[in-house]
């Protein structure tokens, strides 16, 4: 692997220290802590070399959509750096064991199925995993995640799966200038969870909201976001995809 530009690391650093400081704006003006809200950049499509500038500004856990592109970096990297990597994209059930053996956390999680899979890999290998339910809130078509009025039933039948660590919701918010309607989709997930939590569903008290990405994560906190995913105010414009 080719070594660290100092820009590169400099740039990555700046444009963290300005993400952390637009998310502590954010708490300020709900009150809230900045230590409630955990920032997740999102390094798809991103070389290793841009998450190691970004390790080198304090971060040890990623995003990626893909379990190939999140396989290809981990094996890359030194394990004894610590990096750990979130799947926040959909996953095919035919790739659920790669996932498992090196993903940490799984925020896009909408199927039984799924999850039958999921929790038989990891009780094989003695381990558990952090995940979260995605949910559609926008009501696209288009979009993955379970209809909200889908997820208390679900998330009760989670409650069998041993080995998948229930941490919350996880929701794409419709993508709008019209900020009422983007403040829509984390206010669902919200009172969702809220509901979730009241009715003690699947032994969880589930603690996590994954919403708001670089276009509106200051909105998301300050509708109760603990998670935000944020990849281009980080990295930068995604890299061109290379013609096959």
Known sequence: MNE???????RIGANLDAVRGRIAAACQRVGRDPREVRLLPVSKTHPPQALLAAHAAGISRFGENRVQELVAKAELLDPALGIEFALIGPLQSNKAGRAVQWAVEFQALDSLKLAANLDRRLQALGRSLDVLVEVNTSGEPTKHGLAPQDVPGFAAEL?????????????????SSDAEQVAGCFRALRELRDRLRDDQVAGSDWPELSMGMSGDFELAIEHGATCVRVGTAIFGARPPVKPA
């Open 4 to 10: 660290l530009e100092p820009q590169q690391v400099a």
């Open 159 to 175: 409650a069998a799966f041993d080995s998948l660590k229930m941490r919350g919701l996880m929701t794409v918010a419709v993508l």
